[in-house]
């Protein structure tokens, strides 16, 4: 029998498809890509080739190294094609008094993760990937300074099914001049919680999945990781502070580091238990000008690209998930490295 | 200089990237399948397999021919791996007093579009077309008749990338238990603009779009094709009744019959201007228990899976599309076939 499962944060339904059920092994990929050199003459985000991307904005580099030449361990540019850019204007223009649109004032950057070509995510130590999400947070600041944006987005596509067109291991940022309708919802459903029960449905969520337990798949002191109730794809995991804060950027240095260990304990799992697949990770954080907020609670969201989204998702937006949550996060909390 | 557009309907904000912008000849793919056999002795939707479906609930087939035998030209049956199932427990339950869930409560049907493997869409004749629409309302006519369902949905995956796992041509109906948020945040802005103004969203739409006339596709009389203003994907295509009504069941034949003549021209355009692109086609309409509304207009969504979706989009909701809408609509207006 399938069941239909809500959301409690969201409110949107999924259905977990038991009759199209799969065992957690059929999405393990056979295909083995053959390994990248550690340097492509021709890649732009490879060390030596800091001359063929705009001028970096900042960069963890080796002290006495010159800006946009090589020594970096993490480099941040501009998109070359950024998908908004830092002028225009702010004003919502009106045209046959009905189409609405303004300039795509933003900002978008490239997190260049390593210099090394065949770095992967997955692979990097520890440390690394703590100067990454520090990164993250140090440019999340600077950027939430300007007043014009509404909400900072960060991202990274890991393989072509997830939509990188550079195999380079890199994420992204982009700053919005709007906070689009989809967060608004977000933001809308958990002040909706917050107002009835005058506590975070996201903080509700992780008190409720470690008494129940069996979603869990790696838990620290500060930090839980699940696959939620109502997982809208198969493994899609949640990582969130157990302590109520709304907003990523306001993680201490040790939280970061801490936050380091979950997402190396994590992926390192996702990528041995399902064999390499391609995948996304999003930060969702509170709206720039809404930092401090008792409703809403910063996470990460997981998700490896093994379904695909097709007529039924896109005209209803239940998503159909054909591995039930409790087995997939039991496979993963399992796998051995 | 990129742009934020809002689509007046549902206000979702979308990036037009004329940085990244591509020309429509772009997305052309350069290879050809090679052509499918007329008949498939394994696949179960071929003519003389009829056994392998489960039993057929409606067929159009010739005089004296029986049930679930050949002499059928369109012929629907339930979904043999079926996301929903017409049994169970319509109660939605609490578990920790926190996770919402029920029984999978619902209707999966699949429609076959065509007796012969190797038939496509955009190659049966109009009077084909016809008929399959004309079998979406039936079945739409039918399934709303069960109180327990909210929604019915119907839709169709052509091509792997568009997600569906048999070539044969088909589409399929699904009908829900619950109204989806997605849905429910569609219906609540249409409802809104109209305590607004008094008018439905999409019929001015309509008619702003005439107005300014560059995003047109195809119109006829009494239907409009278009690239919307705010369209989330390169060549996303909207068809709707110029005339108010909410519900697409409600159209009587003669409108059935004009819509079959738009989507087949159409549809010609997409598959000869983006040379056989797989593709999703969804209806939009409105709930079943909300069948005659002043607010809510029914309309078909076309979107050839021709951009992939990353992080950015599911982190923000926000789509970049690459190409100009009224580019896009100039470029299909002048496909010759």
Not at 128 to 144: H, T
Request: glycine share 4%; hydrophobic share 35%; with cysteine.
């Amino acid at each position: 029998m399938p069941e239909l499962r809500q959301n409690p944060a969201t409110k949107e339904w999924v259905i977990i498809a038991t009759e199209r059920a799969k065992r957690p092994e059929d999405f393990c990929r056979s295909n083995n890509l053959p390994p990248l050199p550690e340097h492509d003459p021709g890649c732009p985000f490879c060390e030596g080739n800091e001359s063929t991307t705009p001028p970096e904005i900042l960069a963890y580099r080796n002290f006495g190294t010159c800006p946009n030449t090589p020594g970096w361990w993490i480099r941040i540019v501009p998109n070359k094609f950024a998908a908004l850019v830092p002028e225009g204007n702010l004003r919502r223009i009106k045209s046959e008094e009905f189409f609405r649109y303004m300039d795509g004032v933003g900002e978008h950057e490239v997190l260049i993760e390593d210099p090394k070509h065949n770095a992967t995510f997955h692979n990097m130590n520890q440390k690394q990937i703590e100067e990454i999400f520090l990164a993250y947070r140090e440019r999340y600041l600077a950027l939430r300074e300007d007043p014009r944006y509404e909400m900072i987005i960060i991202f990274k596509n890991h393989g072509f099914n997830a939509g990188t067109s550079l195999i380079h291991t890199h994420s992204q940022l982009v700053a919005t001049p709007v906070t689009p309708s989809h967060i608004r919802h977000r933001l809308e459903e958990a002040m909706r919680y917050f107002d009835d029960n005058g506590e975070c449905v996201y903080c509700v969520e992780a008190k409720k999945e470690q008494k129940v337990q069996e979603r869990i798949v790696f838990e620290t002191d500060n930090f839980l990781s699940f696959i939620p109730f109502a997982a809208s794809s198969p493994f899609e995991i949640m990582v969130l502070p157990k302590e109520h804060v709304s907003s990523f950027e306001s993680s201490p240095a040790g939280k970061i580091k801490e936050l380091a260990y979950v997402m190396k304990q994590v992926m390192m799992r996702i990528h041995v238990g399902l064999t390499h697949p391609d995948y996304n990770y999003m930060i969702f954080s509170s709206p720039c000008h809404e930092k401090d907020v008792e409703y809403y609670h910063w996470h990460l969201k997981i998700v490896p690209r093994v379904a695909s989204v097709a007529g039924f998702e896109m005209g209803s937006g239940i998503y159909i998930n054909t591995v039930i949550p409790e087995k997939a996060a039991q496979f993963l909390r399992n796998v051995k490295f």
